[in-house]
């Protein structure tokens, strides 16, 4: 099973993740969530998109690393292949989407979020791109979208440089959210927003976000960014660093 759902509520589709405990993307998932991206953005009856969860506290966790790594060495980009092509399929959409982050959204979880034009973020819940714990990068693409979203430079660097999460408020004061509600409330907002959104006009719509979003095309600036990835994760921090992440302990970088 995928673990996706889809629904439409008028003219906005709404995508939802259910997959308990915590929205693991696991290869199903992201291969569902990009070609649903690429169906609504083909259908002249969709006006806007809804990207949300059914789990309590989460959005997403980020890549399901139990599948990760049980896949052959050889075949172990793929989940990140996987997210970055979901990822451009939202960023390149050419209808508005909108993210409701009724959880937290972590690594994976929060890049999916980033490909998204407006992010509604539950209070008490976090955002983070924390790669680095892992002893990993989450490459110059997805960087360089986080720090065009955000107006604080600080957050970006305590994010990517210290994994930092930040908190609901700070990811609003940091711009990378554009609003703080009651988990409660999230999801209506969010599709409230999407309806309001559904109504723009849509080819200017789409102009106007192709112009916003130009690197969504930049295909040597991802195949870089896939690169990066593999080069680092084939090293012996990534290994240590996603052994701990399983075992939920803290990394021992002096042997790696």
Do not use: Q
Request: charged content about 25%; proline content about 5%; glycine content about 8%.
């Amino acid at each position: 099973m995928s673990g996706l759902l889809v629904r439409d509520e008028g003219p906005v589709r709404v995508l939802t993740l259910s997959r308990p405990p915590g929205n693991a993307l696991n290869l199903a998932t992201l291969a569902a969530l990009r070609e649903a991206a690429l169906a609504a953005a083909a259908d002249a009856g969709v006006r806007a998109l809804v990207l949300d969860s059914t789990v309590d506290g989460y959005f997403s966790s980020g890549l399901d690393l139990e599948e990760l790594m049980g896949l052959p060495e050889a075949r172990r980009r793929e989940p990140f292949e996987a997210l970055l092509g979901t990822y451009r399929a939202l960023l390149a959409s050419p209808k508005p989407t909108v993210a409701a982050l009724s959880g937290s959204a972590i690594l994976g979880g929060w890049i999916l979020a980033m490909a998204c034009d407006w992010r509604l973020l539950a209070a008490g819940s976090k955002v983070a791109l924390s790669e680095i714990r892992a002893g990993l990068s989450p490459t110059t693409g997805l960087i360089a979208r986080l720090t065009a979203l955000s107006s604080d430079p600080r957050a970006v660097k305590e994010m990517v440089l210290r994994g930092k999460s930040l908190g609901a408020e700070e990811a609003l004061a940091a711009a990378l959210v554009d609003e703080v509600l009651p988990e409660a409330d999230v999801r209506a907002a969010a599709l409230t927003l999407a309806r309001r959104l559904a109504k723009s006009p849509p080819r200017a719509f789409a102009e106007i976000k192709r112009s916003l979003n130009a690197s969504a095309a930049d295909e040597a600036l991802w195949r870089r960014s896939l690169e990066e990835f593999s080069d680092v994760f084939a090293g012996a921090e990534a290994v240590e660093g996603v052994a701990a992440l399983r075992a939920k302990r803290r990394p021992r970088w002096e042997g790696a």
